[in-house]
T-cell receptor, first 116, second 115 residues
């Protein structure tokens, strides 16, 4: 079975601080993808990044960076110089090709509050 | 690309009533998913369509739930004889089949409240 654990329920930081959101996953599949989504107060889930199980290179996109480590089954997300607009719930998700649906298995999310 | 559209945004109904939600996916997407999200939780998978075929259903989808995707375009999710526990946000997502593991794009959801 697949499982995603986001141990941090809520994080509160002051603007311009760096913050890391943790994600640990479990799967027996060798081929899988990991995703991060952002859910602002408006409610719509916004896709941020996709990473496949064979690509352990870290990725940076502006103030966002992701650290994928297969050895620890982790896919952590760092926001550098946080801004108030980063306040949202962030979800880590896992997808495997079992049955062909590629459905997403989500963690419970981490609520990030960035205070001015 | 107009995004995934869901209607209605909110639905309030009395216990025991039937409700139906609609999802219009991104037009070129052949995969369509329904998820349910309760307060403080991540979305949970309900069902999956590839074109008009419903290929996977979660155990969460009791016999009171039915989903359709006629002609492989829009989809509807119906809940019969609603119960308090059905109160949740129902999310629809769509993606392309090829290449594999394309990101799923989500709609704004339909929030269901059972009185």
């Amino acid at each position: 079975a697949q499982k995603v654990t986001q141990a941090q329920t809520e994080i509160s930081v002051v603007e311009k601080e760096d913050v890391t959101l943790d994600c640990v996953y479990e799967t027996r599949d060798t081929t899988y993808y990991l995703f991060w989504y952002k859910q602002p107060p408006s409610g719509e889930l916004v896709f941020l990044i996709r990473r496949n199980s064979f690509d352990e290179q870290n990725e940076i996109s502006g103030r966002y960076s992701w650290n994928f480590q297969k050895s620890t089954s982790s896919f952590n997300f760092t926001i550098t110089a946080s801004q108030v607009v980063d306040s949202a719930v962030y979800f880590c998700a896992l997808s495997v090709s079992q049955g062909g649906s590629e459905k997403l298995v989500f963690g419970k999310g981490t609520k990030l509050t960035v205070n001015p | 690309d107009t995004g995934v559209s869901q209607n209605p945004r909110h639905k309030i109904t009395k216990r025991g009533q039937n409700v139906t939600f609609r999802c219009d996916p991104i037009s070129e997407h052949n995969r369509l998913y329904w998820y349910r999200q309760t307060l403080g939780q991540g979305p949970e998978f309900l069902t999956y369509f590839q074109n008009e075929a419903q290929l996977e259903k979660s155990r969460l989808l009791s016999d009171r739930f039915s989903a359709e995707r006629p002609k492989g375009s829009f989809s509807t999710l119906e809940i019969q004889r609603t119960e308090q526990g059905d109160s949740a946000m129902y999310l629809c997502a769509s993606s392309n089949r090829d290449p594999t593991f394309q990101p799923q794009h989500f709609g704004d959801g339909t929030r269901l409240s059972i009185l």
